[in-house]
């Protein structure tokens, strides 16, 4: 069920000009980008819109900004969203739609993902990918709801993330790993989504 609000002011997520929503059968997904290219809002932005169209979330990210980013899109559904610092909050919170880890806690990771009831209906995303372990992305490279973000090529387990297969791929810069697609020239905070059969530019618009 679509739960948008006029409260909730996401940002708009463009393909080719044009007004885009994801959806689950969009995932797995992988976002990869260089620092300060757009990648990291445009993830936000791709999760604030599956969360207002009804999808449940479990968020892990590396930095708060990230959770702040998140709440500002979603602004007057923040009751449908848990903050979890530590497991034994778990029970108490497992029926929000979105649950927002706390930044960077791997232990933490592990546990939630090991004791959540329903996680195979959740959108898990791991963001910040590449300043997280590896056994981060082994614990999670099975899921068929997952969003993995960040700057790839600098991942210890890049070579493990790379074979995953995935129905969507944005890119917000020209990876070094290679693809079975060729990314076009790219302007600032502009990126090229990829779906396996077309692809097209993208952006957020504020």
Known sequence: MNIRTKLAMPDTILLNGKKYSFDENDLPCLISYAPKTGGSHFTISMMADLFLSGSKILSFTAYSSAKDNFLGQIKGMESKVAYIESINQLEANKEAQAILLKSGDEKLFFEV?????????????VKNIETFSGAVFDNCSQFQKVVISGDIDRCKEKNK?????????????????????????????????????????????R
């Open 113 to 125: 993902v090991s004791k959540i009831k329903d996680l195979k209906e959740r959108v898990v995303l």
């Open 161 to 205: 993330i790379i074979v995953k297969k995935y129905k969507t791929i944005v890119v917000f810069s020209r990876p070094e790993f290679p693809l079975a697609f060729k990314v076009p020239t790219l302007n600032k905070y502009e990126g090229y989504l990829w779906n396996g059969e077309s692809g097209g530019l993208c952006r957020v618009f």
